[in-house]
């Protein structure tokens, strides 16, 4: 069935969201020194949380994961990086308070540069560009210089995830900050892959996930992911069937390991009655061991004054049904994922002091998809806060 892994054995696996570099001695050079440089995460941290998982599958713990949507060489700073881990800590203490159980804080960040698109060129004034793929690839200027993909980058996204990994351990007190990023950009993925012991250990964050796009049957990245010893995530959206679900997770955790999968659910606030409740009871059936989480961001993006939002109102809304979906089903809401910053951005609308669609002119920064601001993530972790209380106390009676 499977055949034997490697690092690279992905290659022979169909590749979805690759750029294509014009300069191969440049990028056999950037991946050689990649493959010589320190890990970035080591295994053992890895193995922590994956511990950690485990737990949160027992009902002893809760996930929650946040950050960026699009990590970015400008706007890397320690204030972005504090207020960033500030709020995570923040949301993190606030859902604890509620739930009775530690809270597993990881954050999209030392890693989460690269970004998968539904169209591989952008057309503007009549002509067309390759798409920008993330800092890590390409430059997001609407020029050919910037949308050429550069092998040098992922030297440069390496040098700032080990800085921010650096600056998170600075500020972490007791409680550790995880980092987990989409394994998108697999030639970079693959270079800092190690050996740890019998196993091999992808270091580039704590935890990896497959994302909606790439996670088909036949899938290079699911290919290269299956070998990592580390926890992985599956994006699961509205296109996704149980019978594929299944094998994904044949294929990513045969072992049947618990704290291996974590299972990330993105409907959108419309479709999550219909699309998830089939998912949990096609696993439950089969008895895989998995963590449910949901992402209330990435199924309710809509076009708003010529800009990219996320009504804060649905997001609201399927967070709702996914707590509310588990219980019916019997099954644990083990986390939940989210895109935000710690910076005062107007991108999501709504909010209790509202972000109007006239305001989305302003304090829009994001190089890709819509983030929460600081009010607007709190507003999140205070309905999850509320719902893990009611599940606590249904417990307890
Ligand atoms: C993301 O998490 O940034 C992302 C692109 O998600 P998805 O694969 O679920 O669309
Ligand atoms: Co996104």
């Known amino acids: 069935m499977a055949g034997e892994w490697t690092p690279e054995s992905w290659r022979g696996h169909v590749e979805r969201q690759q750029p294509v570099y014009p300069d191969a001695t440049a990028l056999a050079a950037a991946l050689r020194d990649l493959g010589a440089y320190p890990p970035l995460v080591p295994a053992v941290a890895a193995r922590r949380l994956h511990l950690d998982i485990a737990d949160a599958q027992a009902g002893k713990a809760f996930l929650l994961q946040g950050g960026e949507c699009a990590e970015s060489f400008a706007e890397f700073s320690p204030g972005n990086i504090q207020a960033l881990h500030g709020l995570l800590s923040a949301m993190a203490r606030q859902i604890e308070a509620a739930a009775g159980v530690p809270v597993i804080r990881t954050a999209r960040i030392a890693g989460q540069f690269a970004k998968p698109r539904s169209a591989d060129g952008e057309e503007q004034g009549g002509r067309t560009l390759p798409m920008y793929r993330g800092d890590i690839v390409n430059g997001i200027g609407f020029n050919e210089q910037a949308r050429t993909p550069e092998p040098e980058r992922m030297l440069r996204a390496y040098a700032q995830s080990a800085a921010t990994l650096s600056h998170l351990r600075a500020l972490d ?225």
């Open 173 to 397: 007190g007791d409680t550790p900050t995880y980092t987990c990023h989409e394994a998108l950009l697999l030639p970079y993925e693959q270079a800092l892959v190690r050996r740890d012991g019998a196993l091999w250990h992808g270091s580039s964050a704590h935890f990896l996930w497959v994302g909606d796009r790439t996670r088909f049957k036949g899938s290079a990245h699911v290919e290269f992911l299956r070998g990592l010893s580390n926890p992985l995530g599956i994006k699961c959206g509205p296109s996704l069937e149980p019978d594929l679900l299944l094998h994904l997770l044949d294929r990513l955790n045969p072992a049947r390991m618990s704290g291996r999968i974590t299972l990330i659910s993105r409907m959108g606030a419309e479709r999550i009655g219909n699309r998830l409740p089939p998912l949990l009871r096609a696993v439950a059936a089969e008895g895989h061991p998995v963590l449910w989480s949901c992402d209330p961001m990435h199924g309710n993006t809509v076009k708003a004054n010529g800009y990219k939002t996320r009504p804060l109102s649905r997001i609201l809304c399927e967070l709702g049904a996914f707590f509310a979906i588990c219980r019916a089903e019997q099954m644990r809401a083990g986390g939940i994922h989210v895109e935000m910053t710690g910076r005062d951005v107007a991108e999501c609308t709504g909010g209790t002091d509202p972000v109007r669609e006239a305001d989305l002119g302003e304090r829009y920064h994001t190089h890709c998809d819509p983030r929460l601001n600081p009010a607007q993530a709190m507003e999140v972790a205070a309905l999850a806060a509320a719902e893990l209380e009611h599940d606590a106390r249904a417990r307890a009676a």
